[in-house]
């Protein structure tokens, strides 16, 4: 089986988030997201306006997630590849070339991303009305 894992804040889910995830899905046949913690969100100075919990509970009832682990902070990628022995680590390629590191441990690949969508832009245009 080929474990594919990939990470995010995953904040007013949206359209470029299911992409991103069945692409992920797409690569392997067992696909874990790492969801950024409220309290990782505060260290990289992100807000998200839903919290963890709610966040999980939408990831996993998207049949394309098969697991949902907490993302406490940078340094857990290592180790979360090799407890969970995955194969691929995917993420949008607005990060590239920042987890190459990663390669020692498995194939990294950057995903481009949706055009059109953000959390980002929807909270900009939230914030405008």
């Not at 790492?34 to 306006?49: A, M, R, V």
């Not at 902070?73 to 607005?94: A, L, M």
Request: net charge negative; charged share 30%.
């Amino acid at each position: 089986m080929k474990k594919v894992i990939t990470y995010g804040t995953f904040d007013l889910f949206h359209y470029g988030h299911m992409k991103l995830l069945e692409r992920a899905k797409n690569l392997g046949d067992y696909l874990i997201v790492g969801l950024s913690t409220d309290e990782f969100n505060l260290q990289k100075q992100k807000k998200s306006h839903h919290s963890y919990e709610h966040r999980k509970f939408i990831l996993e009832t998207i049949d394309l997630v098969n697991e949902v682990i907490p993302e406490k902070n940078w340094e857990q990628k290592i180790s979360d590849i090799q407890k969970h022995d995955i194969d691929t680590f995917v993420i949008g390629d607005d990060w590239k070339g920042k987890f190459d590191f990663l390669k020692e441990y498995c194939e990294v690949i950057y995903l481009p991303r949706t055009d059109g969508i953000s959390t980002t832009q929807i909270k900009k245009d939230m914030a405008s009305l």
